[in-house]
């Protein structure tokens, strides 16, 4: 059954992390047909969807609103209307709005869609040169160094490669507790602007990025990969 067939239905769109071209032709098949699009920036999926040459109908979906509008948007989807549900960048509900409104579907037995696509955390890991075969994804570590601290501590010896977003704000404080926890020679990578132009991946002992990161391009945010104890290239 193709997608414009689909009624009732919550449709999870992957949207680019960064270079538009990556948006896929199902993607764009999907919110061809939906009734609405539920997103965390208007601003943001407005761009998406000039760029696409589509106009669809636009819900504001964010953390500040995400309860509410998640049993609303379900009522919809119950009473027969297709929603795409798109983050600004990335996977919906993956460290961004959306595990409410799956849930909410789930729980009214409403079909649920994914249109797979671009993602950070998996993306930076494939590209950083540690370990691939197990993963740990902990999205942002807690705002205060003594629970971000407590955190790492409980995955110091965890045998693979741990994954952490962080924004521009928090890096040098993160690469810190980092260095305090795991040991200034842990192997780490830092990713930024991946698919972008000022795209870079650097890798080394933790202490080494420290001292030279306020050298780096500061825009949006970090997706940090830490590799094993004791893991070397």
Request: glycine fraction near 8%; proline fraction near 5%.
């Amino acid at each position: 059954m193709s997608e414009s067939n689909l009624s009732g239905s919550l449709w999870l769109v992957a949207t680019p992390i960064g270079n538009l071209s990556d948006f896929s032709p199902r993607g764009k098949e999907v919110l061809s047909n939906v009734d609405q699009v539920a997103c965390e920036d208007t601003r943001v999926t407005k761009k998406l969807l000039n760029s696409l040459s589509l106009e669809v109908p636009l819900i504001s979906y964010r953390e500040e609103n995400e309860r509410k509008k998640s049993i609303e948007l379900a009522d919809l989807i119950e009473g027969g209307k297709k929603i795409a549900l798109l983050s600004d960048a990335g996977y919906p509900a993956i460290s961004d709005p959306g595990f409410r409104l799956v849930r909410e579907c789930r729980k009214r037995g409403l079909s649920v869609n994914p249109i797979p696509g671009a993602n950070a955390a998996l993306t930076a890991l494939a590209c950083s040169g540690l370990p691939t075969h197990q993963f740990l994804y902990l999205g942002f570590l807690p705002k205060k160094s003594v629970g971000a601290e407590k955190l790492l501590k409980k995955w110091e010896n965890f045998e693979g490669s741990i994954v952490l977003y962080e924004s521009k704000y928090r890096i040098e404080k993160t690469l810190t507790s980092i260095s305090n926890v795991l040991g200034g020679d842990r192997l780490v990578c830092l990713c930024k602007e991946i698919t972008k132009i000022h795209e870079s991946f650097n890798l080394g002992p933790v202490s080494k990025l420290l001292e030279k990161i306020n050298t780096l391009n500061n825009r949006g945010e970090f997706t940090i990969v830490i590799g094993p104890t004791g893991y070397h290239l």
